[in-house]
Nanobody, 115 residues
Framework: QVQLVESGGGLVQAGGSLRLSCKVT????????MAWYRQAPGKQREFLASITNRHMPNYADSVKDRFAISRDNAKNTIYLHMNNLKPEDTAVYFCNTAPRVFASWGQGTQVTVSS
């Protein structure tokens, strides 16, 4: 059973930066790719970025020039480095497996970007 705990969110001004962390406990056999997703109020959850066990990243077009995903396999932690944040980045950010979601969603971490 996999447990996911996201952290690192907060309130930031437009143009600022944040680094989110996702601590992964447990594993799913054969599943090595992890990803970040977000859900803004009134909107569906959307994919942001994924990273394979060999550190190969993949990004949604909407964030590829501003966000960077990384992982520390020794710490079982996934990171999302977010730069040049915009008010439209305001959302709850989650991590999970990719391309299919196999784990239960964590509580996420709230990111609020003020203009």
């Amino acid at each position: 059973q996999v447990q996911l705990v996201e952290s690192g969110g907060g309130l930031v001004q437009a143009g600022g930066s944040l680094r989110l962390s996702c601590k992964v406990t447990g594993s799913i056999p054969g599943i090595n790719t992890m990803a970040w997703y977000r859900q803004a109020p009134g909107k569906q959850r959307e994919f942001l970025a994924s990273i394979t066990n060999r550190h190969m990243p993949n990004y949604a077009d909407s964030v590829k020039d501003r966000f960077a995903i990384s992982r520390d396999n020794a710490k079982n932690t996934i990171y999302l480095h977010m730069n040049n944040l915009k008010p439209e980045d305001t959302a709850v950010y989650f991590c999970n497996t990719a391309p299919r979601v196999f784990a239960s969603w964590g509580q996420g971490t709230q990111v609020t970007v003020s203009s």
